[in-house]
Protein backbone atom coordinates (compact mmCIF):
# COMPACT_ATOMS: atom_id res chain seq x y z
CA UNK A 1 0.00 0.00 0.00
CA UNK A 2 1.21 3.56 -0.77
CA UNK A 3 2.04 5.66 2.05
CA UNK A 4 -0.35 8.80 2.65
CA UNK A 5 1.56 11.59 1.03
CA UNK A 6 -0.71 14.55 2.92
CA UNK A 7 1.93 16.17 4.71
CA UNK A 8 -0.42 16.58 8.06
CA UNK A 9 -0.77 12.71 8.08
CA UNK A 10 3.10 12.48 7.49
CA UNK A 11 3.51 14.93 10.09
CA UNK A 12 1.35 13.33 13.02
CA UNK A 13 2.54 9.75 11.61
CA UNK A 14 5.73 10.77 12.78
CA UNK A 15 5.04 12.43 15.96
CA UNK A 16 2.82 9.48 16.84
CA UNK A 17 5.92 7.04 16.16
CA UNK A 18 8.01 9.64 18.05
CA UNK A 19 5.45 9.20 21.01
CA UNK A 20 5.27 5.49 20.19
CA UNK A 21 9.35 4.83 20.05
CA UNK A 22 10.01 7.61 23.25
CA UNK A 23 13.63 7.24 24.60
CA UNK A 24 14.72 4.09 22.08
CA UNK A 25 15.32 7.25 19.48
CA UNK A 26 17.06 10.63 19.28
CA UNK A 27 16.46 13.09 16.01
CA UNK A 28 19.45 15.00 15.47
CA UNK A 29 19.11 17.62 12.73
CA UNK A 30 21.41 20.07 10.64
CA UNK A 31 20.18 23.66 10.42
CA UNK A 32 20.21 23.26 6.85
CA UNK A 33 17.19 20.85 6.92
CA UNK A 34 13.89 22.10 6.05
CA UNK A 35 11.35 23.28 8.22
CA UNK A 36 8.99 20.47 7.82
CA UNK A 37 11.76 18.46 8.87
CA UNK A 38 13.28 20.18 11.46
CA UNK A 39 10.38 20.36 13.93
CA UNK A 40 10.14 16.84 14.26
CA UNK A 41 14.11 17.01 15.91
CA UNK A 42 14.81 16.37 19.25
CA UNK A 43 18.20 17.97 18.85
CA UNK A 44 19.19 20.81 16.47
CA UNK A 45 22.48 22.07 15.36
CA UNK A 46 25.67 22.60 13.69
CA UNK A 47 28.32 20.10 12.56
CA UNK A 48 30.37 20.13 15.93
CA UNK A 49 26.84 20.75 18.07
CA UNK A 50 25.72 17.36 16.74
CA UNK A 51 28.84 15.57 16.56
CA UNK A 52 29.78 16.20 20.58
CA UNK A 53 25.82 15.35 21.42
CA UNK A 54 26.04 12.09 19.70
CA UNK A 55 28.44 10.56 22.68
CA UNK A 56 25.82 11.35 25.49
CA UNK A 57 22.86 9.87 23.69
CA UNK A 58 21.71 6.82 25.51
CA UNK A 59 18.94 6.00 22.91
CA UNK A 60 19.39 2.68 20.85
CA UNK A 61 18.47 4.43 17.74
CA UNK A 62 19.57 7.73 16.22
CA UNK A 63 18.37 9.31 13.55
CA UNK A 64 20.14 11.78 11.67
CA UNK A 65 18.75 14.31 9.20
CA UNK A 66 21.82 15.70 7.50
CA UNK A 67 24.13 14.53 5.01
CA UNK A 68 26.16 11.11 4.76
CA UNK A 69 29.37 12.48 6.30
CA UNK A 70 27.52 13.69 9.60
CA UNK A 71 25.38 10.68 9.81
CA UNK A 72 29.05 8.18 8.66
CA UNK A 73 30.32 10.39 11.70
CA UNK A 74 27.76 10.09 14.09
CA UNK A 75 28.14 5.95 13.70
CA UNK A 76 31.58 6.65 14.18
CA UNK A 77 30.81 8.07 17.53
CA UNK A 78 28.01 5.74 18.81
CA UNK A 79 27.67 3.31 21.13
CA UNK A 80 28.47 0.04 20.95
CA UNK A 81 24.84 -1.80 19.67
CA UNK A 82 23.66 1.71 18.91
CA UNK A 83 22.03 2.07 15.26
CA UNK A 84 22.54 5.22 13.68
CA UNK A 85 19.86 6.00 10.63
CA UNK A 86 20.01 8.52 7.61
CA UNK A 87 16.33 9.13 6.53
CA UNK A 88 17.28 9.58 2.72
CA UNK A 89 20.54 7.85 1.79
CA UNK A 90 21.55 9.53 -0.99
CA UNK A 91 22.08 12.91 0.90
CA UNK A 92 25.89 13.93 0.54
CA UNK A 93 28.00 16.47 0.54
CA UNK A 94 29.08 17.99 -2.93
CA UNK A 95 32.24 19.10 -1.26
CA UNK A 96 33.16 15.86 0.51
CA UNK A 97 32.75 14.25 -2.63
CA UNK A 98 35.81 16.29 -4.12
CA UNK A 99 38.19 14.53 -1.76
CA UNK A 100 38.10 10.52 -2.67
CA UNK A 101 40.10 9.09 -0.28
CA UNK A 102 42.54 7.40 -2.45
CA UNK A 103 43.70 10.38 -4.16
CA UNK A 104 44.23 12.20 -0.31
CA UNK A 105 45.86 8.91 0.93
CA UNK A 106 48.68 9.44 -2.66
CA UNK A 107 48.86 12.89 -1.95
CA UNK A 108 49.94 12.94 1.58
CA UNK A 109 52.26 9.98 0.55
CA UNK A 110 53.80 12.52 -1.69
CA UNK A 111 53.74 15.66 0.56
CA UNK A 112 55.65 13.36 3.28
CA UNK A 113 58.78 12.09 1.52
CA UNK A 114 60.91 14.94 3.32
CA UNK A 115 59.02 16.25 5.99
CA UNK A 116 56.12 16.04 8.44
CA UNK A 117 52.56 17.55 7.17
CA UNK A 118 49.37 16.67 9.00
CA UNK A 119 46.29 16.50 7.20
CA UNK A 120 43.35 18.55 9.03
CA UNK A 121 40.04 17.26 7.54
CA UNK A 122 37.09 19.56 7.40
CA UNK A 123 34.45 17.12 9.14
CA UNK A 124 32.40 17.69 5.26
CA UNK A 125 34.89 14.65 4.37
CA UNK A 126 34.29 10.85 4.19
CA UNK A 127 34.92 8.65 6.66
CA UNK A 128 37.49 7.17 4.36
CA UNK A 129 39.38 10.43 4.49
CA UNK A 130 38.97 10.62 8.30
CA UNK A 131 40.68 7.17 8.21
CA UNK A 132 43.63 8.14 6.12
CA UNK A 133 43.93 11.72 7.72
CA UNK A 134 44.08 10.01 11.25
CA UNK A 135 46.83 7.67 10.01
CA UNK A 136 48.82 10.55 8.70
CA UNK A 137 48.68 11.69 12.22
CA UNK A 138 45.48 14.57 11.60
CA UNK A 139 42.30 15.90 12.88
CA UNK A 140 39.16 17.00 12.29
CA UNK A 141 37.92 20.08 12.50
CA UNK A 142 34.57 22.29 11.63
CA UNK A 143 33.75 25.47 10.81
CA UNK A 144 33.38 26.01 14.29
CA UNK A 145 36.34 25.37 15.12
CA UNK A 146 39.23 25.81 12.41
CA UNK A 147 41.10 28.17 13.96
CA UNK A 148 41.84 26.31 16.80
CA UNK A 149 42.26 23.24 15.17
CA UNK A 150 44.98 24.68 12.68
CA UNK A 151 46.69 26.28 15.36
CA UNK A 152 46.79 22.76 16.88
CA UNK A 153 47.96 21.37 13.78
CA UNK A 154 50.37 23.50 13.05
CA UNK A 155 52.38 22.60 16.04
CA UNK A 156 52.22 18.85 15.30
CA UNK A 157 54.60 19.14 12.24
CA UNK A 158 56.12 20.80 9.57
CA UNK A 159 53.25 21.96 7.68
CA UNK A 160 49.42 21.19 7.45
CA UNK A 161 47.31 19.81 4.49
CA UNK A 162 43.95 21.21 4.63
CA UNK A 163 41.26 19.39 2.75
CA UNK A 164 38.61 19.65 1.24
CA UNK A 165 37.40 23.62 1.26
CA UNK A 166 40.35 25.45 -0.28
CA UNK A 167 38.25 28.45 0.99
CA UNK A 168 37.97 27.76 5.01
CA UNK A 169 41.37 27.14 4.68
CA UNK A 170 42.41 30.18 3.21
CA UNK A 171 40.11 32.12 5.38
CA UNK A 172 41.34 30.52 8.45
CA UNK A 173 44.81 31.29 7.52
CA UNK A 174 44.03 34.88 6.98
CA UNK A 175 42.70 34.66 11.01
CA UNK A 176 45.83 33.05 11.96
CA UNK A 177 48.35 35.46 10.35
CA UNK A 178 49.55 32.77 7.94
CA UNK A 179 51.38 35.04 5.15
CA UNK A 180 49.82 34.33 1.47
CA UNK A 181 53.41 33.16 0.25
CA UNK A 182 53.41 30.08 2.70
CA UNK A 183 50.12 29.25 1.17
CA UNK A 184 50.03 26.52 -1.90
CA UNK A 185 46.80 25.35 -3.39
CA UNK A 186 47.46 21.86 -4.24
CA UNK A 187 47.21 21.01 -8.02
CA UNK A 188 45.70 16.94 -7.49
CA UNK A 189 44.97 16.06 -11.30
CA UNK A 190 46.19 12.91 -12.51
CA UNK A 191 46.28 11.68 -8.91
CA UNK A 192 48.72 13.93 -7.94
CA UNK A 193 51.37 13.35 -10.60
CA UNK A 194 51.29 17.22 -11.81
CA UNK A 195 52.27 18.63 -8.55
CA UNK A 196 54.38 21.54 -7.95
CA UNK A 197 56.89 19.12 -5.24
CA UNK A 198 59.12 22.42 -5.17
CA UNK A 199 56.04 24.64 -3.73
CA UNK A 200 54.80 21.86 -2.05
CA UNK A 201 58.00 20.84 0.20
CA UNK A 202 58.61 24.77 0.83
CA UNK A 203 54.44 25.76 1.92
CA UNK A 204 53.65 26.10 5.50
CA UNK A 205 49.67 25.81 4.50
CA UNK A 206 48.98 23.58 1.49
CA UNK A 207 44.98 23.14 0.37
CA UNK A 208 43.26 20.82 -1.10
CA UNK A 209 41.03 22.86 -4.12
CA UNK A 210 37.30 21.15 -3.14
CA UNK A 211 34.96 24.10 -1.99
CA UNK A 212 31.15 23.96 -1.64
CA UNK A 213 29.32 25.09 -4.66
CA UNK A 214 26.22 26.55 -2.41
CA UNK A 215 28.40 29.05 -0.72
CA UNK A 216 30.57 29.12 -4.16
CA UNK A 217 27.99 31.04 -5.52
CA UNK A 218 28.28 34.19 -3.40
CA UNK A 219 30.14 37.24 -4.56
CA UNK A 220 31.16 40.46 -4.30
CA UNK A 221 28.76 42.25 -6.61
CA UNK A 222 26.09 40.73 -4.38
CA UNK A 223 27.04 42.26 -0.90
CA UNK A 224 28.07 45.53 -2.67
CA UNK A 225 24.14 45.25 -4.29
CA UNK A 226 22.63 44.10 -0.68
CA UNK A 227 24.40 46.99 1.30
CA UNK A 228 23.03 49.74 -1.61
CA UNK A 229 19.80 48.37 -1.14
CA UNK A 230 19.91 48.13 2.41
CA UNK A 231 21.89 51.34 3.62
CA UNK A 232 23.85 50.52 7.25
CA UNK A 233 23.15 46.34 7.13
CA UNK A 234 25.65 44.51 8.45
CA UNK A 235 27.00 41.16 6.30
CA UNK A 236 27.57 37.66 7.88
CA UNK A 237 28.60 34.68 5.93
CA UNK A 238 29.36 31.26 6.27
CA UNK A 239 33.52 30.71 6.18
CA UNK A 240 33.12 27.85 3.12
CA UNK A 241 32.37 31.51 1.02
CA UNK A 242 35.34 32.57 -0.93
CA UNK A 243 37.93 34.62 0.82
CA UNK A 244 36.61 37.76 -1.73
CA UNK A 245 33.38 37.52 0.40
CA UNK A 246 34.46 37.21 3.92
CA UNK A 247 36.68 39.85 3.00
CA UNK A 248 33.79 42.97 2.18
CA UNK A 249 31.26 40.75 5.10
CA UNK A 250 30.95 42.20 8.53
CA UNK A 251 31.47 38.64 9.90
CA UNK A 252 32.20 35.01 9.20
CA UNK A 253 31.41 32.21 11.36
CA UNK A 254 29.69 28.56 11.44
CA UNK A 255 25.81 27.92 11.11
CA UNK A 256 25.56 28.19 15.25
CA UNK A 257 27.34 31.55 14.86
CA UNK A 258 25.63 33.14 12.49
CA UNK A 259 22.22 32.08 14.41
CA UNK A 260 24.36 33.66 17.73
CA UNK A 261 25.23 36.83 15.48
CA UNK A 262 21.36 37.20 14.69
CA UNK A 263 19.85 36.88 17.98
CA UNK A 264 22.57 39.08 19.76
CA UNK A 265 21.14 42.49 16.90
CA UNK A 266 19.31 45.32 18.30
CA UNK A 267 15.47 45.29 17.27
CA UNK A 268 15.46 47.46 13.73
CA UNK A 269 18.58 46.58 12.52
CA UNK A 270 19.02 44.51 8.75
CA UNK A 271 21.51 41.72 8.88
CA UNK A 272 22.15 40.09 5.27
CA UNK A 273 23.14 36.53 5.61
CA UNK A 274 25.11 34.24 3.29
CA UNK A 275 24.46 30.78 3.84
CA UNK A 276 22.35 27.87 2.94
CA UNK A 277 18.95 29.46 2.13
CA UNK A 278 16.72 27.13 4.56
CA UNK A 279 18.52 28.64 7.77
CA UNK A 280 18.07 31.96 6.06
CA UNK A 281 14.30 31.83 5.95
CA UNK A 282 13.82 30.40 9.03
CA UNK A 283 15.77 32.95 10.88
CA UNK A 284 13.74 35.65 8.61
CA UNK A 285 10.12 33.81 9.97
CA UNK A 286 11.71 33.94 13.48
CA UNK A 287 12.67 37.58 13.81
CA UNK A 288 9.90 38.83 11.14
CA UNK A 289 8.62 41.53 13.98
CA UNK A 290 12.06 42.13 15.10
CA UNK A 291 14.88 42.55 12.59
CA UNK A 292 14.85 42.46 8.46
CA UNK A 293 16.64 40.00 7.75
CA UNK A 294 18.17 39.33 3.88
CA UNK A 295 19.78 36.56 2.04
CA UNK A 296 22.62 37.71 0.29
CA UNK A 297 21.41 35.25 -2.45
CA UNK A 298 18.73 32.16 -2.57
CA UNK A 299 20.66 29.56 -2.32
CA UNK A 300 20.12 25.97 -1.89
CA UNK A 301 22.06 22.44 -0.61
CA UNK A 302 20.18 20.22 -2.71
CA UNK A 303 21.17 17.38 -0.83
CA UNK A 304 20.48 18.68 2.99
CA UNK A 305 16.75 19.16 0.75
CA UNK A 306 16.52 15.34 -0.21
CA UNK A 307 15.37 14.55 3.42
CA UNK A 308 11.96 15.20 2.87
CA UNK A 309 9.30 14.27 6.08
CA UNK A 310 8.14 11.16 4.38
CA UNK A 311 11.89 9.42 4.46
CA UNK A 312 11.77 10.46 8.32
CA UNK A 313 8.50 8.87 8.63
CA UNK A 314 10.15 5.84 7.15
CA UNK A 315 13.11 5.68 8.82
CA UNK A 316 10.85 5.72 12.17
CA UNK A 317 8.64 2.70 10.91
CA UNK A 318 11.85 1.17 10.39
CA UNK A 319 12.89 1.22 13.95
CA UNK A 320 9.24 0.40 14.84
CA UNK A 321 8.29 -2.78 12.77
CA UNK A 322 11.98 -4.05 12.14
CA UNK A 323 12.80 -6.13 9.36
CA UNK A 324 9.38 -5.52 7.66
CA UNK A 325 10.36 -4.99 4.12
CA UNK A 326 8.29 -2.50 3.54
CA UNK A 327 10.35 0.21 5.11
CA UNK A 328 13.96 0.92 3.07
CA UNK A 329 16.99 0.16 5.09
CA UNK A 330 18.95 3.75 6.10
CA UNK A 331 21.10 2.13 8.50
CA UNK A 332 24.76 3.87 8.41
CA UNK A 333 27.45 1.36 9.19
CA UNK A 334 31.18 2.34 8.84
CA UNK A 335 34.35 -0.59 7.80
CA UNK A 336 35.85 -1.64 11.24
CA UNK A 337 38.74 -1.60 9.24
CA UNK A 338 38.34 2.18 8.45
CA UNK A 339 36.74 3.28 11.86
CA UNK A 340 39.51 2.87 14.41
CA UNK A 341 42.13 5.53 12.57
CA UNK A 342 38.91 7.66 11.35
CA UNK A 343 37.81 7.67 15.10
CA UNK A 344 41.37 8.64 16.17
CA UNK A 345 41.16 11.63 13.75
CA UNK A 346 38.28 12.93 15.16
CA UNK A 347 38.47 11.96 18.98
CA UNK A 348 41.59 14.60 18.19
CA UNK A 349 39.41 17.12 17.56
CA UNK A 350 37.04 16.04 20.58
CA UNK A 351 39.87 15.91 22.63
CA UNK A 352 40.94 19.59 21.90
CA UNK A 353 37.38 20.90 22.37
CA UNK A 354 37.29 19.90 25.79
P1 LIG B 1 28.40 24.00 9.96
O1 LIG B 1 29.71 23.41 10.36
O2 LIG B 1 28.35 25.46 10.16
O3 LIG B 1 27.28 23.27 10.56
O4 LIG B 1 28.26 23.84 8.38
C1 LIG B 1 28.19 22.61 7.78
C2 LIG B 1 28.00 22.75 6.35
O5 LIG B 1 27.82 21.78 5.65
C3 LIG B 1 28.07 24.08 5.78
O6 LIG B 1 27.85 24.03 4.43
FE1 LIG C 1 28.15 20.16 1.64
FE2 LIG C 1 27.84 22.69 0.86
FE3 LIG C 1 25.69 21.18 1.29
FE4 LIG C 1 27.21 22.01 3.35
S1 LIG C 1 25.99 23.27 1.97
S2 LIG C 1 26.40 19.95 3.03
S3 LIG C 1 29.26 21.93 2.39
S4 LIG C 1 27.28 20.84 -0.30
Excluded at 146 to 152: G, H, N, P, S, Y
Excluded at 245 to 259: E, H, L, Q, R, W
Excluded at 323 to 344: F, H, M, R, Y
Amino acid sequence: MLPNLDPAVIAARIEELRRQLGSRVTILGHHYQDDSVIKHVDIRGDSLELARKVEDIESENIVFCGVYFMAESAALLARPGQKVYLPEMSANCVMAQMAPADYVETVLEKCNRHRKVIPLTYVNSSVAVKGVAGKFGGAVCTSANAEKMMRWALGQGDAVLFLPDKNLGWNTADLLGIPESERHLLTIRKNGAEMDMDAVNNARLLLWPGCCAIHARFNVRQVESRRKENPGCRVVVHPESSPAVVAKADAAGSTSYIIKYVEAAKKGDTIVIGTEINLVERLMEQYKDTLKIVPLLESECSHMDRTKPLNLQMALESIADPGNPAWPSCIVTVDPVVAANAKLCLDRMLKEMQ
